[in-house]
């Protein structure tokens, strides 16, 4: 019985290694892209902390800035502001998990850094698709006229949705950047309703709950806008 629980605990604990990652760029210096490789860390993990993990990554002359289409780009092309998605390409094979528990100092260099792009999420049909996808009733619903809770942000009205019979505001605005500043401004307004809010670029999703926050509903919700995020 030790023998098994141990076996187990071993099994929990490893990471098989990789000779790659994804992440987003979280700065750039002389020589080196610091990017986020959270994921690969916590690749495999059950229970994980909400910590993120950075990986220094060394360039050097031979290291290849790719497209994913193959096409070269140069070191410029990449960017930290924008926090550009990248896949990193090392020269070895590292087992990130076991790196990360030792604080192992040793340098991980590129062999290619690949600029990663997708579509961006700028419709109410893009968020009422994937919604849909994952097996959620999605309906146009209305605005309650004895009722203030439909704030305009940023000069953008909501349209009036019902996930499986439950109220929800969809915001779609200009930019990222308004997007960003419209749920800023949401989130000083007084009184507000109990609410679980979904971002994805230029879209807004408020979801207004009158129990529990994480539920089956809930938790489509959020697979439907991480699938909208994926690259």
């Known amino acids: 019985m030790v023998l098994f629980i141990i076996s187990m605990f071993l099994v929990g604990c490893g990471s098989s290694s990789s000779d790659s990652f994804r992440g987003r760029i979280d700065h750039i210096q002389a020589n080196e892209f610091v990017v986020n490789c959270t994921d690969a860390v916590k690749k495999g993990q059950r229970d994980s902390d ?8 060394q360039i050097t002359e031979e290291t290849m800035f790719l497209s994913e289409n193959g096409e070269a780009l140069t ?19 590292v087992n990130f998990r076991k790196r990360s528990i030792s604080k192992d100092p040793s340098v991980l260099t590129a062999k290619e850094i690949i600029l990663l792009s997708r579509e961006r999420v700028t419709s109410e049909e893009q968020v009422v698709d994937a919604l849909k996808k994952q097996g959620l ?3 146009q619903g209305e605005k309650d006229p004895n009722s203030g809770a439909y704030p305009t942000l940023r000069g953008v009205e909501p349209s009036i949705y019902r996930i499986n019979d439950k109220e929800v505001l969809l915001y779609t605005f200009e930019s990222e950047e308004e997007q960003r500043a419209g749920w800023g401004e949401y989130m000083v307004i007084p009184n ?15 979801f207004k709950y009158d129990g529990e926050t994480r539920t089956k509903v809930t938790g489509k919700i959020q697979r439907a806008f991480d699938e909208l995020m994926e690259y």
Do not use: G, W
Request: with cysteine; proline share 2%; aromatic share 4%.
């Open 75 to 93: 070191a410029s092309d990449f960017s930290a502001e924008a926090e550009t998605m990248v896949e990193v390409v090392l020269t070895k094979s």
């Open 192 to 206: 507000k309703e109990p609410i679980k809010n979904y971002n994805a670029d230029s879209v807004l999703l408020i």
């Open 50 to 57: 909400d910590m993120a993990h950075l990986c220094h990554v």
């Open 137 to 139: 009733r999605v309906q």
